[in-house]
């Protein structure tokens, strides 16, 4: 075994320890750098507070991939919802024959839970269905960093339409990142295309991940249907992320998520980490209580 797979082995077996702890002891490994509760300053610092001290019961239904839709559904409307062919609590109730030709099958309880059938006849459903067997026995809280928003999602199973542009060519995911309620700056990305980091004029910004970039991707004909959209989703919020797509010209939803890379991927160069962790005003816990249950 690797060293690095040691020490990653070595951190994930401290998750016994209070959820205080085990983020701090998380963020430190991973970051290199210290975390103090008291006066956190980067963005992924706050992120790791955010983790421990913001919990009202709403985000365990926004970072559901299929509860979230009733949320939006209620503030921009069905139209910007992809259509949904099913949601399961067992793979053994999906009905393959009955499945258009291309779909996406997800899990609703965590990222990265995701397989995209372009030709269903292509399909090994034995892989699929122990692959989604193998999803559900997972919780996003104890996979990651604790991520309290997932702590109690209940693991299922979504099976969507199958979305590609015409143009294109591709999925092109849009990150809208929303600091009480406004979206500030937007990461584009698509498996073939790379990931790239714009202000909301579509002017590429002098920051980024340290990840290799492949081709410029263009801006999308709607983007300002997609910052109103955002902004709409986001209302309120500390900090979420939202997430669309724009398949020929119409907007979709993706996700909402409060925890962007689980804290751990630190901007680049350096000094961003401070100057976009200042974007994010943290609510102050109320006297007398240990989080906050109300947003």
């Known amino acids: 075994m690797s060293k690095r797979k040691l020490w990653v082995k070595m951190v994930r077996a401290f998750k016994f320890l209070?959820?205080?702890?085990?983020?701090?002891?998380?963020?430190?490994?991973?970051?290199?750098?210290?975390?103090?509760?008291?006066?956190?300053?980067?963005?992924?610092?706050?992120?790791?507070?955010?983790?421990?001290?913001?919990?009202?019961?709403?985000?365990?239904?926004l970072v559901d991939k299929y509860a979230v839709r009733e949320f939006v559904e209620d503030k921009?409307?069905?139209?910007?919802?992809n259509e949904c062919y099913g949601v399961y609590e067992s793979p053994l109730d999906v009905n393959f024959d009955e499945l258009p030709q291309k779909f996406v099958?997800?899990?609703?309880?965590?990222?990265?839970?995701?397989?995209?059938?372009?030709?269903?006849?292509?399909?090994?459903?034995?892989?699929?269905?122990?692959?989604?067997?193998?999803?559900?026995?997972?919780?996003?809280?104890?996979?990651?960093?604790?991520?309290?928003?997932?702590k109690d999602?209940?693991?299922?199973?979504?099976?969507?339409?199958?979305?590609?542009?015409?143009?294109?060519k591709d999925l092109i995911d849009y990150k809208f990142y929303c600091f009480d309620g406004t979206p500030k700056f937007l990461v584009a990305q698509s498996d073939t295309l790379g990931r790239y980091f714009y202000d909301l004029k579509w002017k590429e910004l002098p920051f980024r991940w340290k990840k290799e970039y492949k081709k410029e991707i263009e801006k999308p004909s709607n983007l300002?249907?997609?910052?109103?959209?955002?902004?709409?989703?986001?209302?309120?919020?500390?900090?979420?992320r939202v997430d669309f797509y724009s398949v020929n010209n119409q907007a979709y939803f993706g996700e909402m998520t409060f925890y962007p890379t689980d804290a751990r991927d630190d901007f680049y160069p350096e000094e961003y980490n401070k100057i976009i962790g200042d974007y994010f005003e943290l609510p102050i816990i109320p006297k007398g209580e240990k989080y906050i249950t109300k947003y």
């Open 76 to 81: 921009i409307g069905s139209k910007y919802l």
């Open 105 to 150: 099958i997800k899990g609703v309880h965590g990222c990265n839970f995701n397989l995209v059938v372009e030709d269903k006849n292509k399909l090994n459903k034995t892989k699929a269905i122990f692959l989604m067997k193998k999803w559900l026995t997972k919780n996003q809280y104890y996979r990651g960093g604790l991520e309290w928003a997932y």
């Open 18 to 61: 209070p959820q205080p702890y085990y983020v701090k002891y998380y963020y430190e490994y991973y970051s290199g750098k210290k975390l103090d509760y008291d006066n956190p300053q980067e963005f992924n610092q706050k992120l790791s507070w955010y983790k421990v001290f913001f919990r009202p019961k709403i985000l365990n239904i």
């Open 153 to 168: 999602v209940k693991p299922r199973i979504v099976i969507e339409k199958f979305l590609k542009d015409d143009v294109s």
């Open 224 to 240: 300002d249907e997609l910052i109103n959209l955002a902004t709409k989703l986001a209302d309120k919020f500390p900090f979420v």
